[in-house]
């Protein structure tokens, strides 16, 4: 599995379900829940939408990810994607989101 949501952190807001382009996501009681992640193609859709950060990205080992996790946060055009490594420490990329597609 490449994404995990936390329930305890999910609004419900159903924005991931909706950009989920394997349909996988769905809100059940207010939660959002994968029924199938086996089948996530790890595109990260949903955790760029997610407004609260509920939905983490596992990095695989052959891209250095070795147990790490990733999220991001949306403040205004910027995304901040945060890295949080296996031994502890973060590592924050910032992207503007106008600039994304630049080169």
Same mark, same amino acid.
């Given at each position: 599995?490449?994404? +995990?949501?936390?329930?305890?952190?999910?609004? $419900?807001?159903?924005?991931?379900?909706?950009?989920?382009?394997? #349909?996988?996501?769905?809100v059940?009681?207010? +939660?959002?829940?994968?029924?199938?992640? +086996?089948?996530?193609? $790890?595109?990260?859709?949903c955790? /760029? =939408?997610?407004?609260c950060? *509920?939905? /983490?990205?596992?990095?695989?080992?052959?891209?250095?990810?070795?147990?790490?996790?990733?999220?991001?946060?949306?403040?205004? =055009?910027i995304?901040?994607?945060?890295?949080? +490594?296996a031994?502890?420490? #973060? =590592?924050?990329i =910032?992207?503007?989101?106008?600039? *994304?597609?630049?080169?």
């Open positions: 599995m490449s994404v +995990k949501i936390d329930t305890d952190k999910c609004v $419900g807001c159903g924005r991931c379900a909706s950009v989920c382009p394997g #349909t996988l996501i769905s059940e009681n207010g +939660k959002a829940v994968m029924n199938y992640p +086996k089948d996530c193609w $790890g595109c990260v859709s955790v /760029k =939408e997610c407004p950060c *509920a939905i /983490k990205y596992y990095l695989g080992a052959d891209i250095g990810g070795k147990g790490s996790v990733l999220s991001v946060k949306q403040d205004g =055009e995304l901040r994607w945060t890295v949080e +490594k031994d502890g420490t #973060t =590592e924050v =910032e992207i503007n989101r106008k600039d *994304a597609n630049k080169y």
